[in-house]
């Protein structure tokens, strides 16, 4: 089956510190790629739609500059946290759909926990 | 616009025991709706969906769900549940016609299934 794999799975890292998180899928071209933002015992809040070869598209409220998204391949979106703070200590999950399934499922990655210190 | 009820926080189940865990959606026009599951510091799995045809769906694992347009709902249902399905639920929807690649999820049901 389609497996998306994110990179790394865990990071504790000092205030000020940007942080990158990568997003791959490993069996399947993925145009249109979703970051997730996951706060303890509550739903998923879109960050972002990453556009391979295009610019991001934001979900309002988001900063774009402190969230820098890049989809420079088919298989690859990366999320930088920048000049990291302990309030965006968090858990980020990216997700991918398969290249021409628009109504189809999409498939996520396991996760990334972001600890700021 | 689109959105995804869950009404429940937490259901508990005992082991054996049918579960639903509930689910209302509302779109503007047909709905494509998705059950998720996520076990803990884990990304989500995609159960099962429906996109049109028969209204109850077969997914992954047992699980079920059916599609009911007049009460605009989609429950999903196990006959009968194991300790292994405890976990957190989330239902989605995204609208047909609305020319909007997003996928909206719901707050998310824990299941808890009680030996």
Known sequence: GAVVSQHPSWV?????????????????????????RQFPKQSLMLMATSNEGSKATYEQGVEKDKFLINHASLTLSTLTVTSAHPEDSSFYICSARETGTINQPQHFGDGTRLSIL | AQSVAQP????????????????????????????????????????????????????????????????????????????????????????????????????????????
């Not at chain 1, 510190?17 to 970051?35: G, H, N, P, Y």
């Not at chain 2, 189940?13 to 579960?19: I, K, R, T």
């Not at chain 2, 016609?97 to 997003?102: F, S």
């Open chain 1, 12 to 36: 504790i890292c000092k205030s000020g510190t940007s942080v990158k998180i990568e997003c791959r899928s490993l069996d399947f071209q993925a145009t249109t790629m979703f970051w997730y």
């Open chain 2, 8 to 115: 429940e926080d937490q259901v508990n189940v005992a082991e054996g025991n049918p579960l639903t865990v509930k689910c209302t959606y509302s779109v503007s026009g047909n709905p494509y709706l998705f059950w998720y599951v996520q076990y803990p510091n884990r990304g989500l799995q995609f159960l099962l969906k429906y996109i049109t045809g028969d209204n109850l769906v077969k997914g992954s694992y047992g699980f079920e769900a059916e599609f009911n347009k007049s009460q605009t709902s989609f429950h999903l249902k196990k006959p009968s549940a194991l300790v292994s399905d405890s976990a957190l639920y989330f239902c989605a929807v995204r609208d047909i016609g609305g020319g909007y690649q997003k996928v909206t999820f719901g707050t998310g049901t824990k299941l808890q299934v009680i030996p």
